[in-house]
């Protein structure tokens, strides 16, 4: 049998398989630590050459490359699936959680110690719909919506400092109209200067930063839809994305001086109001002489990047 042969049956069979399966359950796969074994792919492709005699191994070697080939392009496109169901019917102006029987919705909050003067939120999830947006007399305070009490929050508070862990327990979640459910509002408290980290899966996400002292935020997620508004209340704020194929919008005070560093393949990218420095390295013209100053930096996959600047009335 020609090693052609082998490869397209094998191909065929296993993606087959792997999309007749999920149409009687869901398969959940981690799309971003699938994605860092493409070297695999050469490596193996190298080894078919040196074994061309032995038609088994090579054979063997060609259907793994196959099984492999047809994982990734089956996980890449659940991710765009999951984004597109998340996003069906949305305004993306901040999420709604729906009031349906069938949805179970759970409460966190975390008190407020007037001690704490520095934040840190690391929040991890699956696939999803997430939301930061107005103010918590709080810590921290969410509401999800999908499997009752699958997030978990764990606080340690030292001195002036304050950490909250909020994650998800399990990354399977139930269906809801036809689409999988697992959203998530989130608030903070405005006294504390707060650092964000986020793992996330294909997700839409919108996060209203302006009202709180942000000092850094570090965000990576597959496939993603994610608008993100920044505001001038902290002097510094460093702002790090590591994504997938995304569609982004970020918005920045005009008042701010910015830079932007973008490390981007096949993107489309507008940043209005910014001038190129050198490759990849864009500034606003006030960034010098401006007293509060945004740095982001973008490493992205096929992406559309927005970044535009707002006047404080809007």
Excluded at 21 to 32: C, V
Excluded at 82 to 95: C, K, M, Q
Excluded at 138 to 160: E, M, P, Q, W
Excluded at 215 to 239: C, P, Q, T, W, Y
Aim: charged share 20%.
């Amino acid at each position: 049998m020609k090693n052609s042969h082998i490869f397209w049956g094998i191909f065929f069979i296993a993606l087959g398989g792997l999309i007749l399966l999920n149409n009687f359950t869901y398969i959940y796969f981690d799309w971003e630590t699938l994605a860092k074994l493409w070297p695999v792919v050469l490596i193996l492709w190298g080894l078919s050459l040196f074994v061309k005699d032995n038609r088994f191994v090579k054979g063997f070697i060609i259907a793994l490359l196959a099984v492999l080939i047809a994982l990734t392009i089956f996980s890449t496109f659940n991710f765009f699936f999951d984004v597109v169901h998340y996003e069906n019917g949305r305004s993306f102006t901040g999420i709604v959680i729906d009031n349906d029987s069938n949805v179970d919705t759970t409460n966190y909050f975390e008190p407020f110690n007037l001690n704490v003067k520095d934040s840190k939120l690391e929040f991890e999830s699956g696939a999803g719909h997430f939301e930061i947006n107005g103010t918590s007399e709080g810590l921290f305070s969410a509401r999800t919506a999908g499997v009752k009490n699958n997030y978990s929050i764990n606080t340690d508070t030292y001195g002036n400092n304050a950490n909250i862990n909020f994650f998800m327990r399990e990354k399977h979640f139930p269906f809801g109209h036809g689409k999988l459910i697992n959203d998530v509002e989130m608030k903070l408290n405005t006294g504390p200067v707060w650092n964000l980290d986020f793992k996330m899966g294909a997700a839409g996400v919108y996060l209203d930063l302006s009202p709180y002292k942000i000092e850094n935020v570090d965000i990576g997620m597959g496939a993603a839809k994610l608008k993100v508004r920044l505001g001038d209340k902290n002097d510094s704020i460093k702002f790090h994305l590591e994504a997938g194929v995304s569609s982004i919008e970020i918005l920045v005070p005009e008042s701010s001086g910015c830079e932007i560093q973008s490390e981007t393949v096949l993107s489309n990218k507008h940043f209005n109001g910014f001038d190129k420095i050198t490759s990849g390295l864009f500034r606003t013209t006030n960034f010098d002489t401006a007293s509060n100053k945004i740095y982001l930096s973008f490493n992205t996959g096929i992406s559309s990047i927005k970044v535009n600047r707002y006047s404080d009335w809007q």
